[in-house]
């Protein structure tokens, strides 16, 4: 299926690896021009140029937080327009609530919840202007199905997706959209926990851990960054305009639920 959107600007966030590459890389497969972003600059690059000579788009790098201003300003000023924004940050780790102090807490809280709300300030009115806008944020399944010691970044992306349900609204009938893609278990750094840098995981080990991980998913299998991705072009497609302001699982039908 031709998505319509070869050609158009996209920016994706925390894309050096993981969900975010996925994402990058069925938008250059589409024919979008990228702006990416990491805070390791070696792999960065290492990515940047994978996208590059796959499919001949234009990629810029970004390297840095991207909660920090001059980072942000650094994105949405890659391109002269912004077609297309996939917020994704890293959440914080496993922590039991009672450890948590108030920096820890407003951290959380600007890296999930208003780094994304800032970089869809920046980028909202001209894709309003142009009749054409497309805004995927990445959130998690958590935001329906509480984990204990994840309560800083359900909270935060929780509190993202109730700001954004009105917000999306006001802008659909300019053909922009807004949606949130709620990951489930899927094959990443995040789901393989704690190892040492640098550290291999033996094929054995990685069999062992997926079959445990992925008993009580439905689909008896881990998700795949790259299937991720290309459910998150869908939405960026000229095919999703009737489409906004909804939380899409993306979890092999672990979250149990009619409606």
């Known amino acids: 299926m031709d998505l319509g959107i070869r050609g158009k ?16 890389a069925a938008l250059a497969e589409a024919g979008c021009d990228l702006a990416i972003n990491g805070r390791d600059a070696d792999l960065l690059a290492r990515t940047a140029e994978e996208l590059r000579s796959k499919w001949g788009v234009t990629v810029v790098e970004v390297a840095g937080d991207v909660s920090r201003p001059e980072v942000q300003e650094a994105l949405t000023g890659a391109f002269p327009q912004v077609d297309i924004l ?11 609530f009672r450890e948590l102090d108030r920096e820890k807490i407003l951290q959380g809280v600007t890296n999930n919840m208003v780094t994304p709300i800032e970089l869809i300030k920046a980028v909202i009115d001209g894709m309003a202007e ?15 199905t509480p984990i204990p ?42 789901l393989r926990g704690p190892h040492e840098p640098g550290s291999v995981e033996s094929p054995e ?35 999703a305009g009737y489409l906004t302001g909804q939380n899409i699982p993306v979890d092999g039908g672990l979250y149990v639920s009619a409606f």
């Open 130 to 144: 142009r009749r054409f806008g497309r805004i995927v944020n990445i959130t998690s399944l958590s935001v329906y």
């Open 149 to 190: 010691g994840l309560d800083l970044s359900s909270g935060a992306r929780a509190g993202l997706t109730s700001f954004l349900a009105g917000v999306a609204r006001t802008v659909i009938d300019s053909n922009v959209t807004i949606n949130n893609m709620l990951p489930g278990k899927l094959d990443t750094d995040r």
């Open 9 to 24: 600007k996209a920016i994706v966030c925390a894309s050096s690896k993981g969900l975010g590459k996925g994402c990058a």
């Open 86 to 96: 996939v917020n994704n940050n890293g959440g914080p780790p496993f922590r039991d």
């Open 205 to 239: 080990a990685a069999a062992a851990r997926k079959t445990r991980i992925s008993a009580d998913i439905p689909a008896k299998r881990l998700g795949t960054p790259e299937e991720f991705g290309q459910i998150c072009a869908f939405l960026c497609s000229v095919h």
